[in-house]
C-alpha cells in the first residue's frame, strides 16, 4: 500500500481533458512539502513531468498541469493525445517516515 | 548532456550480495544528491533512500523494506554513487534506478536508464 494514494487508471478519449489524484495526509503533502509528478512511458525511465506543485519544466508541453489543496495534490492533461499513454506517479517528502514517498501511479489510456 | 548510467545488476541467490553502480557525467556530481528508486516487474515505483552532498556531510536516508541491509555511498572523485545491497530477498527483484537531486529534496530531475536485479535460487 503507498503512502499517497492514486487511482490505478483513468482514460480519456483523444483531445479530452483528463485528471488524477494523488492524496496524502499531514505528514507528506498536508505538512506543505512539494509534489512531483513523473512520466513514465511504456518500457523508459520515468521523466519528471511537473515540479514544485505546478512547474513545467523545459519541454513539457502547457497541456499539462498540477496543483495542490490542503493533502491532495491533481494533475490535468488537456487536449489528449495517444502518445499520452503512460503510467504517471505523484512524490512528494514524508516527515513521519523521513525519505520520499511515491503514489501507487496511474495508468491512462487514451480510448 | 545530464546523464546517469546505472550497471551491476543480476542474477543472484537469496541471502547474497550485489553493489551497483550509477555513474554521472554532464553536470557536478559532487554538489547534487542521488536517490535510488526500484521498480518490480508490472508495479509502481518505490524509493529505496538517497545519499546528500558533500556539503550536507553525505547523509544518508533508507526506506524501510530496505533498512539495515543496502548502503548507498559515493565517490565524488569518480563521479560515482554505489548501492550495496546485502541480505538479498526475493522480493528485492526489480529495476533499479539512479536519480539525482540538485535541490538536495525529493526532486529528482534526471534518472538513469536503470539496471535488472534478479534474486531467486
Known amino acids: 500500500q503507498s503512502v499517497l494514494t492514486q487511482p490505478p487508471s483513468v482514460s480519456g478519449a483523444p483531445g479530452q481533458r483528463v485528471t488524477m489524484s494523488c492524496t496524502g495526509s499531514?505528514?507528506?503533502?498536508?505538512?506543505?512539502?512539494?509534489v512531483h509528478w513523473y512520466q513514465q512511458l511504456p518500457g523508459t525511465a520515468p521523466k519528471l513531468l511537473i515540479y514544485?506543485?505546478?512547474i513545467r519544466p523545459s519541454g513539457v508541453p502547457d497541456r499539462f498541469s498540477a496543483s495542490k489543496s490542503g493533502t491532495s495534490a491533481s494533475l490535468a492533461i488537456s487536449g489528449l493525445q495517444a502518445d499520452d499513454e503512460a503510467d504517471y506517479y505523484c512524490?512528494?517528502?514524508?516527515?513521519?517516515?523521513?525519505?520520499?514517498?511515491f503514489g501507487g501511479g496511474t495508468k491512462l489510456t487514451a480510448l | 548532456e545530464v546523464q546517469l548510467v546505472e550497471s551491476g545488476g543480476g542474477l543472484v541467490q537469496p541471502g547474497g550480495s550485489l553493489k551497483l553502480h550509477c555513474a554521472a557525467s554532464g553536470f557536478t556530481f559532487s554538489d547534487s544528491a542521488l536517490h535510488w528508486v526500484r521498480q518490480a516487474s508490472g508495479k509502481g515505483l518505490e524509493w529505496v533512500g538517497r545519499i546528500r552532498s558533500k556539503s550536507n556531510n553525505y547523509a544518508t536516508a533508507y526506506g524501510a523494506p530496505v533498512k539495515g541491509r543496502f548502503t548507498i555511498s559515493r565517490d565524488d572523485s569518480k563521479n560515482t554513487a554505489y548501492l550495496q545491497m546485502n541480505t538479498l530477498k526475493t522480493e528485492d527483484t526489480a529495476v533499479y534506478y539512479c536519480?539525482?537531486?540538485?535541490?538536495?529534496?525529493?526532486?529528482?530531475?534526471?534518472w538513469g536508464q536503470g539496471t535488472l536485479v534478479t534474486v531467486s535460487s
Open positions: 536519480a539525482r537531486s540538485p535541490t538536495d529534496t525529493a526532486l529528482l530531475t534526471t
Open positions: 499531514s505528514s507528506n503533502i498536508g505538512a506543505g512539502y512539494d
Open positions: 512524490q512528494s517528502h514524508d516527515n513521519s517516515l523521513g525519505g520520499s514517498v
Open positions: 514544485g506543485d505546478n
